[in-house]
């Protein structure tokens, strides 16, 4: 056979061991946070059939899929998000008890240009509340939000919530509509980066608005929470959206959440289908890299497949941001490797009872390897240290006919003897 | 937007909670055993250039690929297995510290008619010493299997083993070679199924062999291990696995598993690249459902992508198989929700409570989730049981003013008042 050269695709990445491990770790804790609050697994394939997909995500977006014909001439792509799929099976599966609390963490494909941080294959992790109209859901996606970030360690972050029926109530109020009305707050959402003055002249040059629908934006952006009713008071779709927010407040309160909750009026993110509460999510320390955890509410998006709509509500975490800021933080431990500790084999005559000591440790949740063959044990500690395990144990004939082991700490280099029993003990202990 | 009936690919699925939990806690004890013996979490993308692919899997694999040219006009296709990944990342990161012990749990896609268990898309479960030439990676990946087996409560399995050296010596013994080789070996996978007349019936007919060569081939099937190196002691190549089979029983007697590991000189499993050992495993209750973890020692297949070869031993679980061969024998517990306790909503006022009776029950590992409104008990508990959470709570006004809720086991309708704080210990405890 011919040799090919070894490559990957462009856009595409390896999570060797020393990533994956963390990056593992970090999503396994997110999970039993998930199912902690009631959230259960779906999983749907990473194939569709593409008109599932199209139509959805915008021409732009229709573009990015990875869509090709199979050998049976079937139009088909890979999924380019979580949330379409999860509206696809609540659609096929109408008898679903509701609410149905789901999350889904899996890789989505996106034939976008390669660049920082940007890559054509990455794992989105979803969790929504399909089939209840309380701000008791939204709430609990604040709730389940806030113990994900505190499960990883982050206690310096913000949620920032708005809601669409306000954005809507003030574009009805300067009278922009459609397109229009996206391209508004498109030019809205740069505000924190670009600054109140050349927001306004952009509004006035690119989004063609008068000075007075400027004013008008610019005083709603400045509102209190409590300010938005009476801000709202011709605007019925204003006050819904005031009410929703006050109580959403209220419930935060109630959860506990309060202090982690914050209004920011500015937020905008895709007005295509949210139609209430929305979601960002900052680590206060590292507001720079952006919202770490975003959504918001859509109930009109499960009609989308005939049948009638159900209000739904979720949010999804950025992995790779949220991962990249906790390393940042410094809340990510490197690991090349799970092992704890490397038992080492003196020779063919003591590997029984390396074996032995491993069985007994795995049995005590230590996570052990026996060296793969015999040899120097300098070659051994060789070994342990380039994985960096942090612990190795060295069992010869005559600790062995004393029933004893020596542990060696390969960090510091000491070393002491002890009995196989005190042994496990002591390394189950941590 | 016009509506597009929700629909599946034909040999796709969806998971589903009720199958995704017990199915994820499976693959989740999985891992957990394999950390256990030091293997590191490795992930690789969905898609591939076609040609690191192609020409690994013969012309019936390179067929079945998902293989399609991107919007860059690059050639190709999702992954078919993940050892030719693993191999690929091997080539590429050439200073791995070996041996890399690695797992990877992941789909992967071929093409094939679907039919009874027989998908498109579907689970691999590996995990691959690569860089080990020792016989002690080999009964690793048998100590690893044994312990996954026991770890999701099967006790009643057997691990089979053979070695592709003894079958090579077999092969030359009857002058067959290259393709007829093959053929041969398929003949005598068969022999289990079909009989010793009708597999030597075939073995002439299908394989053109000779009365002779049909003797030799079931004298060898007919061999006990402490007879193989006499018969044959004229070819290297058959001595040499005859001492390989020999010493990795030597070990899994060391490892503490020899009782559940058997010599089957008729497992022949894809000749194409195994060079060694060679592994299948059967739940002894449930034979006819097939190998449901197999593999073997491939020396020469890292070098296909150029540089010197690394040789390698790994064992795959057949994750649908196994899961299925579970259920079978009553070891899944099928599950519709994670969620542990449903605590009810009294009315407004108390909401407060029961969302800190919530967050206490899951400080202490209790999944539990609060009833998203308002509105009548009964309807409550109905939502309990359609989504089988086994316990509910009641905190109503009076019982909150005594410090007190009520506890109902959904199953029984039994109910008990207990104080906060013992409720916790009490549903803590399990």
Same mark, same amino acid.
């Given at each position: 056979? +011919?040799?090919?050269?070894?490559?990957?695709?462009?856009?595409?990445?390896?999570?060797?061991?020393?990533? !994956?491990?963390?990056?593992?770790?970090?999503?396994?804790?997110? +999970?039993?946070?998930?199912?902690?609050?009631?959230?259960?697994?779906?999983?749907?394939? +990473?194939?569709?059939?593409?008109?599932?997909? *199209?139509?959805?995500?915008?021409?732009?977006?229709?573009?990015?899929?990875?869509?090709?014909?199979?050998? %049976?001439?079937?139009?088909?792509?890979?999924?380019? /998000?979580?949330?379409?799929?999860?509206?696809?099976?609540?659609?096929?599966?109408?008898?679903?008890?509701?609410?149905?609390?789901?999350?889904?963490?899996?890789?989505?494909?996106? +034939?976008?240009?390669?660049?920082? @941080?940007?890559?054509?294959?990455?794992?989105?992790?979803?969790?929504? &509340? =399909?089939?209840?109209?309380?701000? !008791?859901?939204?709430?609990?996606?604040?709730?389940?939000?806030?113990?994900?970030?505190?499960?990883?360690? =982050?206690?310096?972050?913000?949620?920032?919530?708005?809601?669409?029926?306000? #954005?809507?109530?003030?574009?009805?109020? =300067?009278?922009?509509?459609?397109?229009?009305?996206?391209?508004?707050?498109?030019?809205?959402?740069?505000?924190?980066?670009?600054?109140?003055?050349?927001?306004?002249?952009?509004?006035?040059?690119?989004?063609?608005? /008068?000075?007075?629908?400027?004013?008008?934006?610019?005083?709603?952006?400045? #509102?209190?929470?409590?300010? *938005?009713?009476?801000?709202?008071?011709?605007?019925?779709?204003?006050?819904?959206?005031?009410?929703?927010?006050?109580?959403?407040?209220?419930?935060?309160?109630?959860?506990?959440?309060?202090?982690? =909750?914050?209004?920011?009026?500015?937020?905008?993110?895709?007005?295509?289908?949210?139609?209430? $509460?929305?979601?960002?999510?900052? *680590?206060? /320390?590292?507001?720079?890299?952006?919202?770490?955890?975003? %959504?918001?509410?859509?109930?009109?998006?499960?009609?989308?497949? %005939?049948?009638?709509? &159900?209000?739904?509500? @979720?949010?999804?975490?950025?992995?790779?941001?949220?991962?990249?800021?906790?390393?940042?933080?410094?809340?990510?431990?490197?690991?090349?490797?799970?092992?704890?500790?490397?038992?080492?084999?003196?020779?063919?005559?003591?590997?029984?009872?390396?074996?032995? &000591?491993?069985?007994?440790?795995?049995?005590?949740?230590?996570?052990?390897?026996?060296?793969?063959?015999?040899?120097?044990?300098?070659?051994?500690?060789?070994?342990?240290?380039?994985?960096?395990?942090? $612990?190795?144990?060295?069992?010869?004939?005559?600790?062995?006919?004393?029933?004893?082991?020596?542990?060696?700490?390969?960090? $510091?280099? $000491?070393?002491?003897?002890?009995?196989?029993?005190?042994?496990?003990?002591?390394?189950?202990? %941590?």
């Amino acid at each position: 056979m +011919a040799t090919v050269e070894a490559r990957i695709l462009r856009g595409f990445r390896d999570y060797l061991p020393d990533v !994956m491990l963390p990056r593992q770790r970090m999503l396994d804790r997110v +999970a039993s946070v998930f199912e902690s609050f009631g959230f259960a697994p779906l999983s749907t394939p +990473a194939l569709e059939y593409a008109d599932i997909l *199209l139509g959805k995500y915008g021409d732009e977006g229709d573009k990015l899929l990875y869509r090709f014909f199979d050998n %049976g001439e079937r139009d088909i792509a890979l999924r380019y /998000d979580l949330t379409v799929p999860l509206a696809r099976v609540v659609g096929m599966n109408r008898d679903l008890v509701k609410p149905f609390k789901r999350y889904h963490i899996a890789p989505v494909w996106r +034939a976008e240009t390669p660049g920082r @941080g940007r890559f054509r294959e990455f794992t989105q992790c979803d969790v929504d &509340i =399909v089939g209840s109209e309380s701000l !008791m859901a939204d709430a609990e996606c604040l709730a389940v939000g806030a113990a994900v970030l505190r499960a990883l360690g =982050v206690e310096r972050f913000e949620l920032r919530v708005n809601n669409r029926k306000l #954005l809507t109530g003030l574009l009805e109020r =300067v009278s922009v509509s459609g397109a229009a009305a996206l391209g508004v707050l498109r030019t809205v959402d740069k505000l924190p980066k670009i600054g109140e003055d050349k927001t306004r002249e952009l509004l006035q040059s690119e989004n063609k608005l /008068d000075a007075a629908a400027c004013d008008a934006i610019f005083a709603f952006l400045k #509102l209190a929470p409590d300010e *938005l009713a009476s801000f709202f008071a011709d605007s019925e779709i204003g006050r819904k959206g005031a009410a929703e927010l006050a109580e959403l407040l209220a419930l935060a309160e109630s959860l506990g959440i309060r202090d982690r =909750v914050a209004v920011d009026l500015s937020i905008a993110r895709g007005l295509d289908y949210y139609t209430g $509460t929305i979601y960002e999510t900052f *680590l206060l /320390d590292l507001e720079s890299i952006g919202s770490v955890m975003s %959504g918001g509410r859509y109930d009109d998006m499960i009609g989308m497949f %005939g049948g009638e709509s &159900i209000p739904s509500v @979720g949010i999804s975490l950025g992995v790779d941001r949220l991962f990249f800021g906790l390393q940042e933080l410094g809340l990510v431990t490197p690991q090349v490797s799970p092992t704890q500790v490397l038992v080492t084999v003196f020779d063919e005559n003591t590997r029984k009872h390396a074996y032995d &000591i491993a069985t007994q440790l795995r049995a005590a949740g230590v996570r052990t390897e026996v060296f793969l063959g015999t040899g120097k044990l300098k070659k051994q500690f060789q070994y342990a240290d380039r994985k960096q395990i942090p $612990t190795a144990i060295v069992a010869g004939p005559d600790e062995l006919a004393r029933g004893e082991v020596t542990v060696k700490d390969l960090k $510091t280099g $000491t070393q002491q003897t002890v009995t196989i029993d005190g042994l496990v003990a002591a390394l189950a202990r %941590g």
